[in-house]
């Protein structure tokens, strides 16, 4: 699961995707590592079927505890962009004046569209991407099954 920023609505695979400010949300510029959300602990998807999946992976994301778990993290990367998302006490503080603020935050882009995204992540389906960086052999270690 990859999670990205936009200031705008989806419109097409054209749309440029920002770098989120989420702790448990690698910041590596690995396209395969990029902006993957820490999942460890999750239920098991398999079996389910591809919406059910994408729905359990979400509100799992969203549930679970945000933590330092996650080195090259996007918060410590992000935090730098704008004071009012310096920390969590300056985000609770600029939402109380304004929740929409995050709109007018100048997110860091990734350099990759939505079609982009999605090209990179096609060649792992099938576990054939090569590895060009830790962070590479990083994500293939983190997919593997915890041993019983």
């Not at 990205?4 to 690698?26: Q, T």
């Amino acid at each position: 699961m990859r999670v990205y920023y936009r200031a705008a609505p989806l419109a097409s695979g054209e749309d440029a995707l920002s770098l989120p400010n989420l702790w448990n949300v690698k910041a590596a510029e690995s396209p395969l590592a990029r902006c993957r959300a820490c999942l460890r602990g999750r239920p098991p998807l398999d079996g389910l079927p591809t919406g059910a999946q994408a729905e359990a992976a979400i509100t799992f994301f969203w549930a679970a505890g945000f933590n330092l778990d996650v080195e090259d993290n996007a918060f410590d990367r992000s935090r730098a962009v704008d004071p009012r998302v310096a920390s969590l006490e300056a985000w609770e503080a600029a939402t109380a004046g304004d929740p929409l603020f995050p709109l007018g935050v100048p997110w860091i882009a990734t350099g990759l569209a939505l079609r982009q995204a999605m090209e990179h992540l096609l060649p792992w389906s099938h576990g054939t991407a090569p590895l060009t960086d830790a962070a590479d052999l990083a994500d293939v270690m983190y997919r593997l099954a915890e041993a019983p």
